[in-house]
């Protein structure tokens, strides 16, 4: 009997996120392994990779295994009437690891909004991915960004795509004198460093903001970032950062988004956002939120191994 | 995670001009420069520790959180595109991203060029971006020997002053980019040890701004 306890740190882990997203009616939603391919290559441009583990099923079919939760959710919720959907989920995606360029297997837990998402849910949204990290231990950081804000710096709007690829992967690494490699206005520049640069408490974010630009479309931007940030309850607020290097990752993320990390474990181990554009093509009256708890990174962690150099 | 602040240094003279830039911003480590056989040295006073590693595993050093920091070129960090925040441009090691082809080499258009490079993804990048359709030829060292021998056409390869490839009847054809050496963080690690690596940090770009003056 004492055998159904010996749980793994994940597994422990596992409990209670299901807890915690339960707690703010989240319900749980079990998935396929399996989708045919030729959705994910109708969709390729909102995932990681291109490379999936494909065979043919038994009626011919290409089938694929599954390297994404959030695209196989949104075609779901498609044609809903009214109201939220709001699901947690425990899954395996399969996908090819960055460095070895092999496939591996990917457990992940998360939770995804979909309906008339509007800034509670937002809100909620980030407020459950800090309490999420903080089950995992109070020595964890969520970093908060908006794609919005980017795209309202002052003349972000006019440079061409792959200036605005280039400049966003320059906060994705932090990087703010790879700006002068792409040509444009020197004040959009300015304004686009500082924001790379960012790093605040929420309740900071505000005052950070004011310092940057007066231009009136960045302001309103800011205001909305702003309210989110603030609507946060204290115990979520202590973890969470404004840091705009949270952008970045698949290209369905539109507007909020949002990395965690851990301290022991040297990679993100949350990752999530706004994908109204991603809802958008499934259906143009709902909007999405959600994040994905990486399980497979807390395999060192649990105090059993630590680099010791 | 190691409350040191751990720093990977890329083995030769780029890792000892890195050396001198970090000991001057107060992470000093006499042992670092002592030729010892040592791989791993640290001073607990300032709280740092030093280790060697070959230049191109730098960045997994640092993406894998061994090492807080690192130094590493721009050319090692655009082929392998590691994880990592690369926070400052040190403005050492200056050279550039070159294709390079004997001096009396045109390009004849009808045929796959063939390019010899130790930076296969960069000179597919290159290459894809202008829609020239090539024939990758992976080398490990002495890359001016390809088209010297006919094994390319061109290269792909780090030119620093230029002399070696004159010295091999070869001349730039086209810079590809500029190439210096970067400060890169964990980027878990500079959450958690943001004061210490936003400090250096700052200390290593007012270094830089005061040489630049000079």
């Not at chain 2, 520790?49 to 993406?63: A, G, S």
């Not at chain 2, 970067?182 to 270094?207: P, T, V, Y």
Request: net charge negative; hydrophobic share 40%; proline share 3%.
């Amino acid at each position: 009997m004492s055998e159904i306890f010996n749980l793994t740190y994940e597994e422990k882990i596992i409990f209670r996120l299901r807890a915690l997203y339960e707690s703010y009616g989240y319900r749980r939603y079990k998935m396929d392994k399996f989708e045919e391919y030729d959705f994910y290559a109708k969709n390729k441009d909102f995932l990681p990779d291109e490379g999936m583990i494909t065979f043919t099923d038994t009626g011919g079919k290409l089938m694929a295994l599954k390297p994404d939760v959030t695209l196989s959710v949104v075609r779901n919720a498609a044609g809903m009437k009214g109201g939220l959907k709001k699901i947690h989920y425990n899954e395996n995606v399969y996908r090819i690891s960055g460095d070895t360029r092999h496939y591996r297997e990917i457990m992940q837990s998360g939770i995804e909004c979909i309906g008339e998402i509007t800034k509670a849910q937002i809100s909620e949204a980030v407020c459950l991915a800090a309490k999420s990290l903080l089950e995992i231990t109070p020595d964890s950081v969520l970093d908060v960004a908006d794609m919005g804000v980017i795209g309202a710096v002052p003349g972000f709007s006019s440079l061409d795509a792959s200036a605005a690829e280039a400049a966003v992967a320059c906060f994705a690494s932090k990087n703010p004198h790879g700006l002068s490699d792409i040509r444009m206005p020197s004040e959009t520049a300015d304004v686009l460093s500082k924001l790379i640069k960012l790093r605040c408490k929420a309740d900071d974010a505000e005052t950070e903001f004011e310092k940057m630009t007066d231009d009136a479309g960045f302001a309103r931007a800011a205001e909305r970032f702003v309210r989110i940030m603030k609507t946060l309850p204290d115990d979520a607020k202590k973890t969470v950062r404004a840091d705009f290097s949270a952008v970045g990752g698949t290209k369905y993320y539109s507007g909020v988004t949002m990395k965690g990390y851990v301290k022991g474990i040297p990679g993100c181990v949350l990752s999530g956002g706004s994908y109204d554009g991603l809802m958008k093509r499934f259906d143009p009256d709902l909007g999405a939120i959600g994040f994905a708890v990486y399980l497979d990174r807390l395999e060192r962690f649990g105090g059993s191994e630590a680099y010791d150099v | 995670m190691s409350e040191y602040l751990n720093i990977a240094l890329p083995k030769g003279r780029l890792g000892e001009q890195a050396y001198g830039m970090l000991e001057k911003a107060g992470l000093a480590c006499a042992e670092v420069m002592s030729g010892s056989r040592k791989l791993i040295f640290e001073n607990p006073d300032a709280g740092v520790k030093y280790f060697w590693v070959k230049p191109t595993d730098v960045p997994v050093y640092v993406e894998r959180g061994v090492a807080d920091i690192g130094i590493a070129g721009k050319d090692i960090l655009n082929e392998y595109s590691p994880d990592v925040y690369e926070l400052l441009d040190l403005g050492i090691g200056v050279c550039r991203m070159a294709v390079a082809a004997k001096k009396d080499w045109t390009d004849d258009t009808s045929r796959t060029l063939r390019v010899a490079t130790k930076f296969p993804n960069t000179a597919a990048e290159h290459f894809r971006r202008m829609g020239r359709g090539i024939d990758i030829i992976k080398l490990n060292g002495s890359i001016e020997l390809a088209p010297i021998l006919g094994l390319s056409d061109v290269i792909v390869d780090i030119v620093e002053t230029g002399k070696t490839l004159k010295e091999n009847g070869l001349e730039v054809k086209e810079t590809i980019y500029g190439v210096s050496a970067r400060l890169i963080a964990n980027k878990s690690s500079a959450k958690f040890k943001d004061a210490e690596i936003s400090a250096l940090c700052d200390r290593l770009a007012d270094a830089r701004t005061r040489e630049e003056k000079l």
